[in-house]
């Protein structure tokens, strides 16, 4: 599968075209709803393919917690999958207000997560691309940005790949970070 790899002090960025399920890092980021209810896409491929303790673990945080705002994040256990963690990113959908700040917040907040945790690696889909309609380049552009805003507070994490689904988002996104990173 194609992949790509950019280096930005001493962090390691990997853009690759694949299924985000079989990525090995330390955490595999989901794109998912308020409520951790993971019904469709790649979060429905996580729980399929991880497990349903996945979803029990997620609906014992959201009766605890309460639903995860938009730009936020939450962690599980990642059950048979090749990595320790999911940290469930909440994306916005495309044209809500704000979006474009929110969409950011999900992308730092996972980031942030992973640094608290002392991971070494974590692995992003392109988040709110799919159901909640948010276009390739868009979410790109925001998850580039983002990164070269925040990437100096990293201290633990030294390796970020970004799993793109198909060839479209793929391409998109190494146009993008060639162009920016
Ligand atoms: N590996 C990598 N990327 C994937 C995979 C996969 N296995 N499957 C889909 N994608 P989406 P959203 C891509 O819809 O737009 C869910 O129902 C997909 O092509 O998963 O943030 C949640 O529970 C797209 O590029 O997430 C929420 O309700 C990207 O992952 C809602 O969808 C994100 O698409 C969240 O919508």
């Known amino acids: 599968m194609p992949q790509r790899v950019f280096h930005i002090n001493g962090i390691t960025v990997e853009l690759c075209e694949g299924d985000l399920t079989e990525v090995v890092a330390d955490a595999i980021v989901n794109a998912a709803n308020s409520f951790l209810k993971h ?5 429905l491929a996580i729980v399929r393919k991880g497990g349903e303790e996945i979803q029990r673990e997620s609906d014992e945080y959201v009766k605890r917690h309460g ?18 963690f999911v940290i469930h990113a909440v994306g916005p959908r495309f044209g809500e207000e704000n979006g474009d700040a ?6 730092r907040n996972a980031l942030l997560k992973a640094e608290e945790l002392r991971l070494q690696s974590i692995a992003f889909p392109a988040i709110s691309t799919g159901i909640y309609g948010y276009p ?8 580039v940005k983002t990164l070269k ?27 993008v ?5």
Not at 67 to 84: C, F, I, S
Not at 177 to 181: S, T, V, W
């Open 39 to 43: 019904g469709g896409g790649v979060a």
């Open 102 to 107: 929110k969409l950011a917040s999900a992308f």
């Open 149 to 175: 805003e925040m990437y100096t507070s990293l201290k633990n994490v030294k390796r970020i790949i970004f799993c793109l689904y198909g060839s479209e988002a793929y391409t998109t996104f190494q146009e």
């Open 177 to 181: 970070f060639q162009k920016e990173l």
């Open 67 to 84: 639903p995860v705002p938009t730009g936020q994040v939450a962690v599980t256990g990642a059950g048979k999958l090749k990595a320790r």
């Open 136 to 143: 390739y380049e868009k979410c790109a552009m925001i998850a």
